[in-house]
């Protein structure tokens, strides 16, 4: 599992330009007892999380059964919000539904940037 937290750069003195933009999404590699360990902490250390998905999109893949599935997710907890779309390609050919791949992209990317079907090859 890869999960990933939005970090805020300290606003430079004004005579300083960088490239750099006020946010950066640094990512994490979890085991899923890892990342089910996690989402405790989470819901332990907040008064209340909501999570809202909206604009769905589904994609059929060219093999059967694999489908693309864009949405937008917006994120409230009591302790932190954030908005994006949330791409998960998902493979009902076995006995369980496979994710095979799952990305968040924070809300402020352009619309032509966001991970689509059309962005992986099937044979």
């Not at 330009?17 to 332990?44: G, P």
């Not at 250390?45 to 589904?58: A, E, H």
């Amino acid at each position: 599992m890869i999960s990933g937290k939005v970090v805020k750069r300290t606003k430079l003195d004004k005579e300083i330009s960088t490239d750099f933009s006020d946010e950066e999404i640094i990512y994490f590699k979890k085991t899923k007892k890892e990342h089910i360990a996690s989402q405790k902490k989470v819901f332990k250390n907040n008064k209340f999380v909501w999570l809202q998905f909206d604009t769905f999109n589904i994609n059929v893949a060219p093999v059967d059964s694999v489908y693309g599935v864009s949405m937008q997710q917006n994120y409230y907890s009591s302790t932190y919000k954030d908005e994006g779309y949330l791409f998960l390609l998902i493979d009902f050919r076995g006995d369980q539904p496979l994710i095979h791949v799952r990305n968040w992209q924070p809300g402020e990317w352009d619309l032509s940037k966001q991970m689509k079907l059309e962005n992986f090859r099937f044979y």
